[in-house]
């Protein structure tokens, strides 16, 4: 089990390098978070959810997405209370304080997706979530030090040094943890290290001596990272690229399913631009992008409190492209209705008005994969649904795509120039998103999924270099 010493210092990389390099020697290998939060999804064949790194993981590893790869994913609705997700369906939406007094009760979930992956592999290799000193959360714990005590486990501590600070906080780690979980945690290495590693060999030691832990290694900044799906929005560069086609997408406070940008991002014919909370939509943009959100509403209030609402007429007056996907599809219409208060109050409220749509909110969730055709270029599309609600109108004469069995999606304004559609990842596509280009006289050749293989493979090389992976297997095997 890889845990770390805070969030967002590398861990979710480190176990897709690590999957894809033991791979790569010929074993079969499985990814494990017991619990992880994020409204970056990724849709399981079965029609479940589960995070968007471990969907990374999965295809590092070379196999297809299980829900038992995530068992608990949290998915925050507003800043104290999150949707639940057990094993790929709905469990509840529970405030935080609630879930903190019944995350227990959902060990023995966890336990049983791990031993399904246990029993389909020859070595899982699990992540932990934030850290294991967060020792105010440890009561009830599934995601680092009660799963791994749970489930026996060997732990290696992964401390960031980009971040400033790392003895401390490595040290720091092992003088807060029990007696009995510092023992669990076997060996430690040090993430995203700028300059000569064997700068920090001094520190190395300190850290060896202070904590009686075995150190792995320190492994060097991988600069093709930023270009490997991002699962957290706090991971999400503000521009890319420098191609002639200019994206622009509002991060919104709610933003959801954001892997819908990932290729744009590596894509050489387009500049991705995300712009947060406090500026202005920029004039020069050929299209404003409106994301999926985990609170259609809120985040559409949210968008008009920014001002971006104002930026986006006068966008689209200048002649702008406006693309909706799911919650930003939702948005473009004239009304989102929420007759059973699932976002908050029941009632309707006015939308953006570009598109003659009308959205209603329901409890049934819709979560499937999805393939068709994109309506104006006849380009194959494929992708998942995952969305509450349903959306109709005079619009949806004139859908974005076909799915394979016939029936349309979408909608598109008189004019062509505003689009919505439930569908995300469709940029995956290569075929898909070298047509859209090409409408706006761009060309795009990027193979993406070769692409992102290719960033795994030299993911895995780069650990090779500066891990101790012998070691690291030795451990796993011993467990």
């Avoid at 599934?142 to 400033?164: Q, T, Y």
């Avoid at 006015?350 to 309506?375: F, I, M, N, Q």
């Avoid at 493979?457 to 011993?478: F, N, S, V």
Wanted: charged fraction near 20%.
């Amino acid at each position: 089990m890889i845990q770390g010493t805070g969030s967002n210092v590398g861990k979710s990389l480190i176990v897709a390098g690590l999957c894809r390099l033991f791979a790569n020697r010929g074993m079969t290998v499985a990814p494990f978070k017991p619990q992880n939060m994020s409204n970056n999804a990724a849709v399981t064949a079965d029609g479940g959810e589960i995070g968007r790194a471990q969907a990374l993981q999965a295809m590092a590893c070379r196999r297809p997405l299980s829900v038992h790869m995530n068992p608990v994913l949290l998915k925050p609705e507003t800043d104290t209370g999150a949707q639940v997700i057990v094993q790929g369906k709905r469990f509840g939406t529970m405030r935080a304080r609630e879930y903190g007094t019944r995350k227990a009760e959902l060990l023995p979930k966890v336990l049983e997706s791990f031993s399904h992956l246990a029993a389909t592999a020859d070595l899982v290799i699990v992540e932990g979530a934030g850290s294991p000193a967060e020792i105010n959360l440890r009561a009830g714990d599934i995601a680092n030090m009660g799963f791994a005590e749970a489930a026996d486990l060997p732990v290696i501590l992964c401390g960031d040094i980009d971040r400033g600070g790392v003895i401390a906080s490595v040290v720091g780690t092992h003088a807060v943890l029990e007696a009995a979980e510092r023992a669990r945690i076997k060996a430690f290495f040090i993430n995203r290290f700028r300059g000569d590693p064997s700068l920090f060999d001094a520190g190395m030691q300190e850290i060896v001596t202070r904590t009686g832990w075995t150190g792995l290694g320190v492994v060097p900044w991988f600069a093709q990272a930023g270009l490997l799906p991002a699962e957290d929005a706090l991971g999400l560069a503000d521009g890319i690229g420098n191609g002639p086609l200019k994206v622009v997408v509002p991060v919104l406070a709610r933003i959801a399913n954001f892997d819908d940008l990932d290729p744009l991002r590596v894509e050489p014919g387009v500049t991705l631009e995300l712009v947060h909370a406090g500026r202005p939509l920029p004039a020069d943009a050929d299209v404003v992008l409106l994301p999926g959100s985990k609170s259609t509403i809120g985040d559409l209030a949210y968008l008009r409190a920014q001002g971006w609402d104002i930026d986006l007429k006068a966008h689209h007056r200048r002649g702008g492209h406006i693309l909706g996907l799911c919650g930003g599809y939702q948005m473009l219409g004239r009304t989102i209705s929420d007759p059973h208060g699932i976002e908050g109050a029941a009632g309707t409220v006015e939308g953006l008005g570009y598109l003659d749509v009308e959205t209603v909110l329901s409890p049934d969730k819709r979560v499937v994969e999805a393939a068709g055709t994109h309506r104006l270029s006849g380009a194959a599309v494929t992708g998942y649904e995952i969305h509450l609600g349903r959306t109709s109108g005079p619009d949806c004469a004139r859908p974005f795509l076909t799915f394979a069995d016939g029936s349309p999606d979408g909608a598109t304004s008189a004019d062509g120039r505003v689009t919505g559609t439930y569908l995300h990842g469709l940029f995956t596509g290569d075929a898909f998103r070298a047509a859209w280009a090409r409408g706006f006289g761009v060309a795009a050749a990027t193979a993406y999924d070769a692409t992102i293989d290719r960033i795994l493979d030299e993911l895995a090389d780069h650990l090779a270099r500066h891990l101790d992976t012998d070691l690291i297997l030795g451990l796993a095997q011993r467990a």
